[in-house]
């Protein structure tokens, strides 16, 4: 897991669903200190990360415009080949 997680807002094209989903999951891994969720910890797990990605869409949609793009590529995008 990386120690950062990375910056979504002032993305071009806007972060994804599935971009904010990984990330609010990679938050909840770290604030939580699960990394793989057993039945114990599943459901805790899953709510968390729903209310983080609610919480993350509602916070990057009132935010205003960055003035320069994130220094960072969002892991998913990394994945993607390049055309």
Not at 14 to 35: H, L
Not at 38 to 56: G, I, K, L, N, P
Not at 61 to 83: D, E, G, H, I
């Amino acid at each position: 897991m990386c120690r950062n997680i990375t910056t979504l807002r002032g993305l071009q094209p806007a972060a994804s669903p599935e971009e904010i989903e990984a990330a609010a999951r990679q938050y909840v891994r770290k604030v939580s200190g699960v990394q793989n969720t057993s039945s114990a910890t599943s459901e805790a797990f899953e709510r968390a990360v729903q209310h983080v990605t609610v919480a993350t869409i509602e916070l990057l949609s009132t935010l205003p415009p960055r003035r320069q793009p994130p220094t960072t590529v969002p892991p998913l995008r990394r994945l993607q080949p390049r055309a």
